[in-house]
């Protein structure tokens, strides 16, 4: 226990000191952790040795708890509008990568069954490190980053007939046995692996549907949130260990599962008690992955692992460019989506380690596949961030050059961050009032649409001063920031404190928390998404159960009204969980107190307690 606790100590040290240096140069937490592996790792700082190994078992549940995060996001009609783009381009992505790395494992001299079972392993990309990347920079919403989430989630479903069709390779070939390897299912036949592939599958289906929902209700009754969490704890954990005994994924299954419970009522609930666990544990997982780097093994065969490394990559993102240019990417999101996948992913692991079981590869051939495995992985953040800060920036100059002039030529007094159904409706409303503004949208092919439209449309990251230059801040009245991303909005929302002070800033938040984030930056004009489409939603309730017109839509405005001044106030206590919860009690209870009273004989009453200068005043209370 002793040696555990110190190992945890040492890696979670290493994340504190190593990803903050490493998001203040802009490389992102990802290259953060896995260079915090790197240094503790034997084979430079020696601070862990080989009984770091138990960590790494630990920290893969933060790739376990990914995996359940993200199929509890995939509701079965989302996959189903999404399926042309899952299937189109997880399908050519995964056929022609493994084509031609099984074709270049045959010239290597490898038996076919080992050569097909690697460019399997081979042909997975890390959801990991691509998801995490892709969100710190504000590109899920991105083509890029759209096409990336259905490439990798076919990845992660075609694991499924990848395990159980590993079993049926083997029977074909020869075993090269390994006498201290020894699992639950070595003595079975081959073809009984692939049974147990497909019945621990539908087990987790039905487990998911008719055991862990029911189980879900009756923690619920008890209005425990410690007992819930507890239960999704319970989960992740149990089906990951089911799914080890029989030597399969523990990811894979814990993936179907939040598949399974994407309908559920406790979906939310779920992700909310779990997502702390994920952040955490993932972040050891970088670590543990660069610390399992070895560099003796590396120095031993530098040339074969060159080799491994640079033709795997070059193949996957030779064949990730040409199934974005067939599903018509831009050549900048193609650029990004081809780098971004180009590496092997943890689901490697996952497939290598069965590989070896099944005895199909020797045991020193699957170390050094495992060793080019961290390496891509370590690899990835560097390119990403190569493309982010040499080659997107000049590509950005090259379109930008073409419009340069029409920002001469119109100094427009509102420039928009940020250009989809939010801010369209901006920009629409605005311009029906003659009102033109200047848009920047880092979607390429929104980009194109908006010009031809009529928009003066620039492509870029909003986050950068020089950009917003060029776009006409200097000149512009107000800055319009409506980016679906929360921490995007924070970088541009700073960035334009700092160095635009002329612009008025307003600002899109999703929600009441994202709104916070927001005022701590000291704004003030802050807009949830969804508050009036709400209280519009409510006014009609009234209109429609018998209320006078003018008196709903009073009850309305007077709503709106004591909920801005209701926000601002309750901002000062939200850190404290136990404190917000009681104000928040006491804020609904006053407010319906309050409205109630207004609606059926006080009208004028909130109008004089909750006007906007009593939202002024808590505003300027903060």
């Known amino acids: 226990m002793e040696g555990f606790l110190s190992q945890a100590v040492i890696y979670l040290a290493a994340a504190i000191v190593c990803v903050p240096i490493a998001k203040k140069l802009g490389m992102g937490s990802v290259l953060g952790y896995l260079l915090a592996g790197i240094l503790i790792g034997p084979f430079v700082l020696g601070f862990i040795g080989s009984e770091g190994k138990d960590i790494m078992h630990f920290a893969e549940f933060g790739v376990v708890m990914m995996l359940f995060l993200i199929g509890l996001e995939l509701e079965p009609s989302h996959i189903w509008k999404m399926r042309q783009l899952i299937a189109g381009m997880g399908i050519l992505q995964l056929a022609g990568t493994s084509m031609l790395l099984f074709a270049g494992a045959v010239a290597l001299k490898f038996p076919w069954q080992a050569a097909l079972s690697i460019s399997l392993a081979f042909s997975m990309s890390s959801t990991a490190i691509v998801l995490q990347s892709l969100k710190e920079k504000g590109l899920m919403q991105t083509a890029a980053g759209s096409s990336s989430f259905a490439v990798l989630l076919f990845q992660d479903i075609s694991v499924i007939p990848i395990l159980a069709f590993l079993p049926l390779i083997a029977l074909a070939g020869p075993h090269l046995a390994d006498p201290t390897h020894h699992t639950l299912l070595e003595d079975f036949p081959s073809w009984m ?15 998911g549907r008719y055991i862990v929902v029911p189980l879900l209700r009756l923690i619920a009754k008890t209005h425990l949130r410690e007992l819930f969490t507890a239960s999704a704890l319970l989960i992740v954990l149990a089906i990951a260990y089911l799914m080890e005994i029989v030597g399969l994924s523990p990811a894979l299954g814990t993936f179907l599962a939040g598949v399974v419970l994407a309908n559920s009522e406790y979906r939310h609930e779920l992700e909310g008690d779990l997502e702390p666990f994920k952040g955490l544990l993932l972040g050891l997982f970088f670590i543990a992955v660069g610390a399992s780097i070895n560099f003796e093994l590396i120095a031993a065969h530098a040339a074969t692992l060159v080799l491994i490394v640079s033709a795997t990559m070059i193949v996957k993102a030779l064949v990730l460019f040409i199934t974005g240019k ?4 831009k050549f900048d999101q193609n650029l990004l989506f081809a780098i971004g996948l180009s590496q092997v992913g943890e689901f490697a692991f996952v497939l290598l380690s069965f590989i070896n079981e099944l005895n199909i590869l020797s045991t020193n051939w699957i170390n050094l596949m495992m060793a080019a495995t961290a390496i891509s992985m370590t690899i990835t953040p560097l390119l990403l961030l190569l493309n982010e800060k040499v080659i997107q920036p000049r590509l950005n100059t090259n379109a930008q050059e073409e419009r340069e002039s029409d920002v001469v030529n119109h100094n427009h007094r509102v420039v928009i961050a940020g250009f989809s159904h939010f801010g369209s409706t901006i920009g629409r409303f605005l311009r029906a009032n003659k009102i033109e503004c200047t848009i920047l ?3 390429s092919d929104t980009v194109d649409l908006l010009r031809k439209m009529g928009f003066q449309v620039h492509y870029g990251d909003a986050t950068r001063a020089d950009l917003m230059e060029i776009a006409g801040a200097n ?20 960035m334009a404190k700092k160095h635009f002070p002329n612009l008025e800033i307003m600002v899109r938040a999703q929600d009441r928390y994202e709104a916070y984030e927001i005022m701590d930056l000291g704004l003030r004009n802050i807009y949830r998404d969804t508050i009036d489409t709400s209280i519009r939603l ?3 309730v009234l209109k429609k159960l018998g209320f006078r017109s ?3 839509t009073r009850a309305g405005q007077n709503f709106f009204k004591y909920d801005e001044a209701a926000m601002w106030r309750l901002a000062k206590s939200r850190h404290n969980l136990k404190q917000y919860i009681s104000d928040v009690k006491q804020e609904m209870a006053l407010q319906e107190e309050i409205l109630s009273g207004d609606l059926h004989s006080h009208p004028a009453h909130l109008d004089h307690s909750w006007d906007s200068e009593a939202i002024r005043e808590a505003v300027n209370k903060q």
């Open 550 to 552: 003018y008196t709903a």
């Open 441 to 443: 949208d880092n979607n």
């Open 475 to 494: 000149e512009a009245e107000i800055l319009i920031i409506a980016i679906n991303e929360p921490e995007t909005t924070k970088r541009v929302a700073e």
């Open 193 to 207: 692996k692939t049974v147990a592939v497909i019945l621990s599958v539908a087990l987790v289906i039905l487990a």
């Open 538 to 540: 409510g006014v009609d």
């Open 326 to 329: 067939i599903f018509d990417l």
